[in-house]
């Protein structure tokens, strides 16, 4: 249990801090460091898989191609929102961006009622509800919709979804879905290269470096996350979840000097109401059926 928590925890702190590494490479553009992330990320989980020396699923996947229908999906899905994440950061955008993560578990809930046709306890429909009058607040008072954070919650609800519905495990998930991608990065990356404008060989080594590193910064917490979720509660797991979110909010405010007041804040406020619903409910639904068992 605590070695689960500590496993979990552990991944969530380093989603939140990823403002600082992505401030850290901002010289290069977002589409570039995307590419990187690709790149970078690929070679590490293959890695990976060769010391575990287990490529049956390449195999069982190769007598199943129509399900890599899903991982075309998931992988597109991905990309929208590593970049979009990328993007934000580098355009003083992070509080916008940890609005995303705040709304995500609300988002998967509604999904799961529409499309899954989960059948949701009453408390569930008020979170919702108050999550989507604070989205509706924030777009009254700033005159357009808190796009940024509405297409990072949509987009990474939509990758668990169809996570959901693959065969793969968390790594060959992962390593299918840059194997996908890999042929765009690298076309980029050499279309950049051809117009002399890519960075990488240009950049001190020091950035080089950092930018090497965007495949550790990508797979790390993903494999501390899939450690953690095989070992405790759900319940655990969804509060623990806040932990980027706020950290990434912490540091556009604190660090980044971000804008954060007025109209803003109630609507976050509005968010964190309906999140508070959503977890105390789960965390008594979760209580009773302890008790009962």
Not at 125 to 134: D, F, L, P, R, T
Not at 211 to 240: E, H, K, M, Q, Y
């Amino acid at each position: 249990m605590n070695r689960g928590v500590l496993y979990a925890l552990g991944a969530y702190l380093l989603w939140g801090l990823f403002p600082i590494y992505f401030k850290l490479v901002a010289a290069v553009p977002a589409l570039e460091i995307l590419a990187h992330r690709i790149a970078w990320s690929l070679l590490l989980v293959l890695g990976l898989l060769g010391l575990r020396r287990d490529w049956r699923w390449v195999g069982a996947l190769a007598r199943q191609p129509q399900q890599l229908r899903w991982f075309i999906a998931s992988a597109a899905l991905v990309s929208v929102n590593w970049g979009l994440y990328i993007w934000a950061v580098n355009a003083q955008r992070v509080v916008d961006a940890s609005l995303g993560y705040f709304i995500n578990p609300l988002v998967n809930v509604a999904i799961g009622a529409l499309l899954l046709h989960e059948r949701l306890r009453p408390a569930q429909w008020v979170a919702v509800a108050i999550a989507g009058a604070g989205v509706a607040w924030l777009t009254a008072t700033a005159g357009a919709p808190p796009w940024i954070g509405l297409v990072l919650a949509f987009s990474f609800a939509g990758y668990g979804l169809l996570r959901k519905q693959a065969p793969l495990g968390a790594m060959e998930g992962f390593a299918l879905e840059v194997t996908l991608l890999f042929p765009l990065a690298a076309a980029y990356l050499l279309w950049l290269a051809a117009q002399g404008a890519e960075h990488f060989t240009q950049a001190p080594w020091s950035l080089q470096a950092l930018l090497a590193l965007s495949g550790p910064v990508t797979a790390v917490p993903l494999l501390l996350f899939a450690a953690g979720a095989r070992r405790i509660p759900f319940s655990t797991l969804g509060l623990l979840q806040y932990v980027a979110p706020t950290l990434q909010l912490l540091l556009g405010v604190w660090l980044f000097k971000e804008p954060f007041a007025g109209a803003k804040v109630a609507g976050y406020a509005l968010v964190w109401s309906a999140l508070a619903v959503f977890t105390g409910d789960s965390l008594w639904h979760a209580w009773r059926l302890r008790r009962a068992t």
